[in-house]
């Protein structure tokens, strides 16, 4: 029976570990390789700087409209907040994707484009139960996505229509690498410290085809790249009892110092001569190869409360000192930045702690609304985003040491304005994650 056990536990963590690999390779192959992605699409707006800013949150947090700083749904580890990290109690692993669908709107036309990216891997190891926890994690903190399809003519010297293809495109952004500690300070508060190594891509194409010989089509392609040392303090506070035997409230807050990536600039043509491709390099043809990008001050804050096992509650912010941003490489663009706050509030009912056998009681669900005010101001108009968020816990079924589940987290959101030609977006956000949870390191008992 001993041998039993023991080799029940040993393929148990096989078959987790392999799991957790299959989910690294997946995710890391996402996110970077999406400088490349051929069926790419999003917001026009993520042009600008290094591209959108990306909340690190899982759809656990994404469904109620936070990002997880507060810490308030004590069952789930966060990125958010590396303090948090210290309260571990299993070995937990998350990774996901999200599908976005783009509605943009110029006043005078529609056009739709979707986008498939990655969330972030996340991994939380207690090395002292509830004490003490080592994370793991690869994330985005920028996103760059956008796709502008131009088709028109003209007439040449001999008065005929020559019909050309105009495609611009944008991908990549700012990734992470991150390992981080979380340790208990007193019964009731937990500290986070966080390292990391932040990878710079940008890339930017532009191809002009034409549908009459003698035209030769053209792609430039231009790429940003570079890398830095970061790193970001978090606070988590929790107490119990207050107004009832069963309530919590709980409160966290990090801190992101600014940091500086030194980027290099490449820049090259390709075109078609006597049926051959040809690529030719014009780096030294650029003003600036090379300069500072400037990454600002970023606080994030929360409060939950939660009046019962069953319900919790939380409302938390983000503030971005978007305003000092600087890129000496492309220098026009920090005319449009602005500082950005982000607020969002919402909640989460858990039916499946009542042990009720009813089919609707084996889930958990979220909901929620959040305001960006963006981190852009293009010819006086704030690039805004209000949305709407929903979501659902889904929970697997438990072996000895390992307890899966999943999240779904569905997203309606309006971003920009028709003001001054500018676009407004409607936008539709679908992400799925996967949860590990497990006593990967506790020794079963032996019959």
Do not use: C
Request: net charge neutral.
């Amino acid at each position: 029976m001993a041998l039993s056990q023991e080799s029940k536990m040993r393929k148990q963590i096989f078959n987790t570990l392999f799991i957790w690999i299959l989910f690294s390779a997946v995710t890391t192959e996402v996110i970077f390789s999406q400088e490349s992605d051929k069926g790419i699409g999003g917001s026009p707006y993520s042009a600008y700087g290094i591209g959108l800013p990306q909340d690190i949150t899982s759809h656990n947090f994404r469904g109620q409209g936070l990002i997880g700083v507060s810490g308030i749904t004590g069952e789930f580890n966060t990125l958010a907040n590396p303090a948090i990290w210290g309260s571990a109690f299993l070995t937990q692993a998350t990774t996901g994707l999200n599908l976005s669908k783009f509605k943009l709107d110029d006043g005078s036309s529609v056009e739709e484009t979707s986008n498939l990216s990655s969330g972030y891997l996340h991994i939380v190891l207690p090395l002292s139960r509830s004490k003490l926890g080592l994370s793991l994690s690869l994330y985005p903190v920028s996103r760059s996505n956008f796709r502008i399809l131009e088709s028109n003519s003209f007439l040449n010297t001999t008065s005929d229509t020559v019909n050309f293809r105009n495609e611009v495109r944008s991908a990549g952004g700012v990734n992470k690498f991150e390992i981080g500690l979380g340790f208990k300070i007193t019964n009731n508060i937990y500290f986070g410290y966080a390292p990391s190594v932040a990878f710079m891509n940008l890339e930017n194409s532009e191809e002009i085809q034409y549908d009459v010989p003698g035209f030769i089509a053209q792609t430039q392609s231009s790429s940003v790249t570079g890398a830095a040392f970061s790193q970001r303090f978090g606070i988590s506070a929790n107490y119990s009892k207050l107004f009832s035997e069963q309530d919590r409230i709980s409160f966290g807050a990090t801190l992101n110092l600014p940091y500086t990536i030194g980027g290099k600039r490449d820049f090259t043509s390709q075109k078609e001569i006597n049926g051959v491709n040809q690529t030719v390099d014009l780096s030294s043809t650029i003003s600036t190869p090379k300069g500072d990008v400037y990454i600002p001050l970023e606080a994030s804050f929360g409060i939950g409360y939660s009046p019962s096992p069953f319900f919790n509650f939380a409302t938390e912010g983000v503030f971005q000192k978007w305003s000092e941003f600087t890129n000496d490489i492309k220098p026009s663009d920090e005319a449009v930045m602005t500082d950005r706050l982000k607020l969002g509030v919402g909640g989460q009912y858990h039916p499946y702690k009542r042990n009720s056998n009813s089919f609707f009681s084996r889930f958990k669900y979220s909901g929620g609304v959040s305001y960006d005010t963006g981190h852009l101001t293009i010819q006086g108009n704030d690039i805004s985003t209000l949305w709407i968020n929903t979501g659902l816990g889904i929970l697997g079924r438990n072996s000895a040491t390992i307890f899966p589940s999943m999240d779904l987290s569905f997203q309606y959101g309006f971003r920009g304005t028709n003001e001054n030609n500018l676009i407004m977006e409607r936008i539709w956000t679908f992400g799925f994650s996967l949860n590990l949870n497990e006593h990967m390191f506790i020794r079963p008992k032996l019959r």
